[in-house]
């Protein structure tokens, strides 16, 4: 399937929309002033450990502490300024996170390298890590970690049999003892360019490192790219046949990063000539993904109610009728909301449990088929997904990752006329579309 990127940059926003045949997929937005720390890594100070939650409240500079939880301690206590990145392979991660109590792990005042995990929502604070990951082209370096993982969207055995022997020749040769993930763009790829993306990573946590030394607290020691360079780095893969950029400075930008590294890209990088139309069409997409009712090819329709403990949503046959009976109405209904159920909580990046209510069916294979559809349209998401089959009462529940915020909470505020329950665009968002 082809897929677009566009890339839209003015004086008080960048976004950038992801298009699979035309349809929009995922889209990323960042306002001047208000950019996302998810990725970025920061020397903190444990201002307050509280065993009965198992966590720690972490001062790491934002408007507030940071939340890390036992699970996200790295194993041995690994990730302090001065910690021994060895004592990671010492310990079976297994045995000591069985084990570990927050108190053994953390004490009030130490400083330590902390990651945001998920940035601050809805009155929460960040969620930290001291498990830590860089981010290249193809790999992503665990400084804490010694094993080698590889994706597993890359499905060819001998294919991850490749890359796993590559690197575990590439950490031999540079004497590195630092576990790496091989991401799904690294499929098929040269040896040059993994070996290139391996160098890169491990001087960039050498000089995270150096840097962490002379840091206060509080004080960032790496930030990830920004948002238009994050997104060639993170979504731009095979299937994209085109790359438009909507501002001459910021292509100029991007035409350096591609041809350092992804220079087979160039050819398909574009000053979009149509701007106004594309940003006129993205505009329209983010009105729709802002209400709670989603029109289904047939005359169906879904509900998407989104709180803060939960997604509901409701899938609903409306005006369509059918031309059999009751069974083969909802079986038609039901495989049109599993395939644009999983767009939409892309499209809206809505994360944490989400429980959909499918239309009731009484064929065992018709659940089957509709379990299959609603499993593969997933199968694109880069956030991971975890899906549990019907339930007695014909429901479903999934978890999807939560990084950031939702598109509601980004373009949107609560709509006055009916106490807070719905959503309208917010002042920011409609001067901005003016």
């Not at 950019?35 to 201002?47: D, F, K, P």
């Not at 998920?118 to 790999?139: C, F, M, N, Q, V």
């Not at 020691?221 to 979504?235: G, I, K, M, S």
């Amino acid at each position: 399937m082809r897929q677009d990127l566009f890339i839209d940059v003015n004086e008080y926003e960048t976004r950038v929309a992801l298009y699979r045949d035309e349809i929009l997929q995922e889209v990323h937005i960042e306002r001047d002033g208000r950019y996302s720390l998810t990725g970025n890594i920061y020397r903190g100070r444990v201002n307050r450990v509280v065993p009965g939650i198992q966590a720690a409240f972490v001062d790491f500079g934002g408007d507030r502490s940071g939340f890390l939880h036992v699970r996200d301690v790295v194993p041995g206590g690994v990730g302090g300024v001065d910690s021994d990145k060895k004592d990671a392979e010492e310990n079976s991660r297994d045995q000591f996170e069985d084990a570990l109590d927050i108190r053994s792990a953390l004490h009030e005042g130490q400083s330590l390298l902390v990651q945001v995990n998920k940035d601050p929502i809805a009155g929460k604070g960040a969620r930290l890590t001291t498990k830590l990951t860089l981010a290249g082209r193809y790999l992503v370096l665990m400084p804490y970690n010694s094993r080698i993982g590889v994706s597993q969207r890359i499905r060819e055995e001998t294919e991850r049999e490749r890359l796993r022997n590559l690197m575990d020749d590439f950490r031999h040769e540079m004497s590195s003892p630092h576990g790496y993930i091989v991401r799904t763009v690294a499929e098929g790829v040269p040896i040059e360019d993994l070996e290139d993306d391996v160098e890169f990573l491990e001087r960039l946590w050498r000089q995270v490192t150096e840097k962490a030394k002379a840091a206060a607290n509080g004080e960032a020691v790496y930030q990830e790219l920004p948002l238009h360079t994050r997104a060639l780095r993170d979504l731009v893969n095979a299937q994209v046949q085109s790359i438009a950029v909507n501002d001459e400075d910021t292509i100029e930008q991007v035409k350096d990063f591609v041809a350092s590294y992804m220079p087979e890209y160039i050819p398909g990088l574009m000053l979009a000539a149509d701007s106004e139309y594309q940003k006129d069409k993205l505009d329209e997409e983010l009105a729709k993904a802002l209400m709670r009712e989603v029109t289904l090819p047939s005359g169906g329709y879904l509900i998407v109610e989104n709180t803060e403990s939960m997604c509901t949503v409701d899938v609903n046959t409306g005006r369509f009728v059918g031309s059999k009976n009751l069974e083969d109405t909802a079986f038609k209904t039901n495989m049109e909301a599993a395939r644009v159920i999983a767009r939409e909580l892309r499209v809206r990046n809505i994360g944490g449990l989400v429980v959909v209510d499918f239309i009731d069916m009484d064929d065992a294979v018709h659940r089957c088929d509709v379990m299959e559809t609603f499993e593969k349209s997933f199968e694109g998401d880069p956030n991971r997904v975890q899906i549990g089959d019907f339930s007695e009462f014909g429901l479903v529940e999934l978890s999807r990752k939560r990084t950031r915020k939702t598109l509601a909470e980004q373009l949107g505020e609560p709509c006055l006329r009916c106490s807070g329950e719905g959503i309208v665009k917010s002042v920011e968002t409609t001067c901005f579309d003016l």
